[in-house]
């Protein structure tokens, strides 16, 4: 996502949360996760778009197959700087 769009949706979720229109931490996330535009990049609706400071992103799923074998997904995004990213991934059968 963009900055000047992420700039737009921060001040649009502070709006309602002033208002008090959140009932919760769930509510506030769910609302903050329903406004980022979809994506074509499957790992853009769970992980960060670069900002100043992040480095590294990684997300583990564990999921059992049927069967019954553990199956172990590593997401890795990296960082570089300038809007610049990599993104990885690897399964592991446990």
């Not at 709006?15 to 990049?41: I, L, M, T």
């Given at each position: 996502?963009?900055?000047k769009?992420?700039?737009?949706?921060?001040?649009?979720?502070?709006?309602?949360?002033?208002?008090?229109?959140f009932?919760?931490?769930?509510?506030?996330?769910?609302?903050?996760?329903?406004?980022?535009?979809?994506?074509?990049?499957?790992?853009?609706?769970?992980?960060?778009?670069?900002s100043?400071?992040?480095?590294?992103?990684?997300?583990?799923?564990?999921?059992?197959?049927?069967?019954?074998?553990?199956?172990?997904?590593k997401?890795?995004?990296?960082?570089?700087?300038?809007?610049?990213?990599?993104?990885?991934?690897?399964?592991?059968?446990?």
């Amino acid at each position: 996502m963009d900055n000047k769009l992420e700039n737009k949706l921060q001040q649009e979720f502070e709006k309602f949360e002033r208002a008090g229109s959140f009932g919760g931490a769930k509510q506030k996330r769910d609302w903050w996760e329903s406004s980022k535009p979809e994506s074509e990049w499957e790992y853009d609706a769970y992980m960060d778009q670069p900002s100043e400071g992040l480095v590294m992103q990684e997300r583990i799923t564990y999921k059992r197959r049927e069967d019954g074998k553990i199956e172990r997904e590593k997401v890795t995004r990296t960082f570089y700087g300038n809007n610049d990213y990599q993104d990885s991934s690897s399964t592991t059968i446990i």
